[in-house]
């Protein structure tokens, strides 16, 4: 149905609603004490990641052996990096929240729902206004790889645009918990604490959780803060990232239907439950996928490039056994360095933990446990080595295959650095701040009157 | 605008097309109810007062027409059909009461963005600019405006949107008499100008010199519909004003 007296008002361009939740941000305080607090934050860790990094440098100047163990994605990027983090767990809240929750304090929301946009349209353009706040979050940050690339250090992109983007995908995370939790919320205040219980919760329940036993061990999964362990790793994995995307999406979808007050509450809810279907959907698709790329420059996700090769073409699928406490240090070291990069190796790979509940078969004073079982096309060996240069070959033997004779160059020679961070701590807590405080005094400058607009209205 | 002007054309249902029909609206509030039954017709063109004291329900009853609160029951049908919650904004646009929305913008990128949003030509703005004497505010931010200015810019705001219908509660609290007759000067001559407004008004004076037609509401429920002349005919007071009609109806 169309009446010819309604307005027309389908197609309503995106940018005037874009700039209005930009200039929403914008004219906030959040924003601006969020860069001011993360100056100095981000300037102290990455002085103290620069000076521990020249320290370790000083020690592998003349050992080929020690310097390639110093990585600067390690000793310098992902703890600066981490001022981000923490700025964008505690901080970031505050400025999603802004988005939304001073239009429903202030009644603007019941004129927003009116104009001609739909709801997931509102909510987009939010979460546009979300991600350019992120932006300039990522300035300090940012400038410090300027700075560290000024003082002679190596920036691997590959690896440093992994990082990146597993922050943004964080940052977009914690926004989309502070839509929705604005969006249930009447106040702000209250948006606040909802947002901050998931973020600051899941920090708690990664602290308390991790390492933990059995089902702990599967609810310390659950942390935000485990999205970004692969980012810093220098894996993109495709299923992490699916789940990520799909929270995200999720969360801004509960946004939409929350956000119409005229939607009766039944309705809402059992929009709600759809929506945590279709993510939990994904979810169970996006832990079916094992597709990962390693963008570290030392591939330390992966076998040297001859065992990966080779290990490509074992079709049939291996199946391990693993004796060992998921909180044995043992099985720590197996699956960083044996597990994990066979699971991206092998096209089929089992591994089953001999556990019965939360303890192992046995007990560790049985005389099998720390064994792992090896099982290939029917074949069958076992070993206690966690080393990938014991294992390999024992895999080789398995499946029948000879070891592939190892590729010559490309050994990862390392990024020694001994560099003297101080002379950048002023840009931290002076000139970066002092360009914020500028940007800020310029944002509230009055606007420029279209003379058009007061040609007719015509001046007091 | 005088109540002579106001009267000027006739609003009747017989000479009158049915724009919308509101038709048994119900909402409770827990136990408290806000509507029982709530219908009335709203004519083309006209200008129709939602008359009530405090708490009879007229901004509940706003609210639910413009879709913004979920009402229990009823229909809202626009020239006979029953459009979709998200449709309703086609044809209608309903200005709250004592909005101050985005008090950290300036008056004028408010105002610009309604008319970008709506894809007003300037004009139109320009318009509405001056007919409510904003163009001293426009490089002022929201917040800073005086209560007056406030009310001034929500009704621009109004009179920028496109909807065939307006809806606005109480759009004269906070005038004084002089600014009270521009503001209804103002609401008459977009009436002239093709659109249909519904008011909800408290101030019964201010309610008979501005509207062609009145609902009268009480305790949530319709106690009376129709032009001055026709509640005077239906409580027998032949020279009563609004006051001792919607006195003796309630």
Redesign the interface.
């Known amino acids: ?3 010819p ?5 389908r ?3 995106f ?3 874009l ?2 939740e930009l ?2 941000i914008v ?2 305080r959040a924003l601006w004490t969020m860069l001011l607090i993360l100056c100095p934050l981000v300037g102290y860790s990455f002085w103290q990641a620069v000076v521990l990094y020249g320290e370790a440098s000083s020690a592998a100047r003349d050992s080929p052996a020690l310097a390639s163990g110093l990585s600067p994605l390690d000793g310098v990027l992902v703890p600066t990096f981490g001022a981000l983090y923490v700025a964008v767990t505690l901080l970031f809240p505050f400025v999603a929240i802004r988005t939304l929750g ?2 429903k304090e ?3 929301l ?2 927003l ?7 997931p349209t509102l909510i987009a353009a939010k979460m546009a206004a979300i991600f350019g706040a992120w932006l300039a979050a990522l300035i300090p940050a940012a400038s410090a790889v300027v700075i560290w690339a000024v003082l002679g250090g190596h920036v691997h992109v590959p690896e440093t645009a992994n990082l990146i983007f597993g922050h943004l995908l964080y940052g977009l995370l914690v926004g989309a918990i502070a839509l929705f939790a604005a969006s249930i919320s009447e106040s702000s205040a209250t948006a606040a604490i909802v947002a901050l219980a998931f973020t600051i919760g899941s920090w708690v329940l990664d602290f308390a959780l991790a390492g933990q036993p059995g089902a702990l061990e599967w609810f310390s999964r659950l942390s935000l803060t485990q999205t970004l362990r692969t980012f810093e790793q220098g894996l993109l994995s495709i299923g992490l990232l699916l789940g990520i995307v799909a929270a995200i999406c999720g969360l801004a979808a509960l946004s939409a239907v929350w956000l119409h ?5 039944r309705t809402r809810f059992m929009r709600s439950i759809a929506c945590v279907a279709a993510v939990a959907a994904v979810f169970a698709l996006a832990s079916q996928v094992r597709t990962s790329v390693d963008l570290t420059e030392d591939r330390r996700n992966s076998f040297p490039a001859a065992d990966q090769r080779a290990l490509a073409e074992l079709r049939e699928p291996l199946l391990v056994t693993v004796r060992l406490a998921p909180e044995d240090p043992r099985y720590v070291d197996l699956r960083r360095n044996v597990l994990a990069k066979l699971e991206r190796a092998l096209p089929h790979v089992g591994i089953r933990l001999a556990t019965t509940g939360q303890s192992v078969v046995g007990s560790t004073a049985d005389e099998a446990y720390g064994e792992i079982e090896y099982s290939y096309e029917g074949r069958e060996d076992k070993s206690r080595s966690t080393s990938p240069r014991e294992i390999l070959p024992l895999l080789y033997a398995l499946a029948g295959k000879p070891i592939p004779p190892p590729s010559a160059g490309g050994e990862y020679p390392g990024y020694p650095l001994v560099a003297n961070g101080r002379w950048t701590l002023p840009w931290f807590l002076v000139g970066l701040p002092l360009l914020i405080v500028i940007a800020w005094w310029r944002s509230r400058r ?2 420029q ?2 003379a ?9 | 605008m005088t109540q002579s002007t106001a009267n000027q054309r006739d609003p009747t249902p017989e000479h009158a097309a049915v ?1 919308m029909q509101v038709t048994g609206v119900t909402k409770r509030y827990g136990e408290q109810r806000a509507l029982a039954d709530v219908s009335f017709t709203v004519n ?1 063109g006209e200008v129709l007062g939602l008359i009530g004291p405090n708490g009879a329900g007229k901004t509940t009853l706003l ?1 639910a027409i ?5 009402a229990d029951g009823g229909r809202i049908l ?2 006979g ?1 029953s ?1 979709a ?3 309703r ?3 209608m ?2 200005l ?1 009461d ?9 008056v ?2 408010v ?4 008319t ?4 007003r030509p ?2 139109i ?6 007919a409510l ?4 505010v ?3 931010r929201v917040g800073a405006l005086s209560k007056g200015y406030g009310r001034r810019l929500m009704l621009a ?1 109004a009179l920028i ?4 219908l307006l809806l606005m509660d109480e759009p004269f609290d906070g005038f004084d008499l002089r600014q009270t007759r521009e503001i209804m000067a103002v609401v008459r001559d977009v009436a002239r100008n093709g659109r249909t407004l519904v008011l909800a008004i408290h101030q019964l004076i201010d309610a008979e010199r501005v509207c062609d037609r009145f609902v009268l509401l009480a305790d949530g429920r319709v106690r009376g519909v129709g032009t001055l002349a026709e509640l005077r005919a239906q409580t027998g007071m032949a020279s009563a004003g609004l006051e001792e009609v919607f006195l003796a109806l309630t």
Request: aromatic share 8%; glycine share 8%.
């Open positions: 149905m169309r009446s007296e309604a307005a027309v008002i197609r309503a361009p940018h005037p609603l700039a209005k200039r929403e004219s906030g001073r239009e202030t009644g603007a019941r004129l729902v009116q104009l001609p946009y739909r709801v007050p005229g939607v009766p509450l009055p606007p009157i279209a058009q607009l007061i040609k007719v209205g015509g001046q007091p | 724009l083309a609210e413009a879709g913004l609160v979920p626009w020239r059909t459009p919650l998200p449709r904004r086609e044809f646009f309903y709250p004592g909005l101050r929305p985005w008090e950290d913008e300036y004028a990128r105002i610009e963005f309604f970008a949003a709506h894809g300037a004009r703005t320009a318009e509405a600019i001056g004497g904003l163009a001293p426009l490089r002022q705001l949107t496109p909807q065939p």
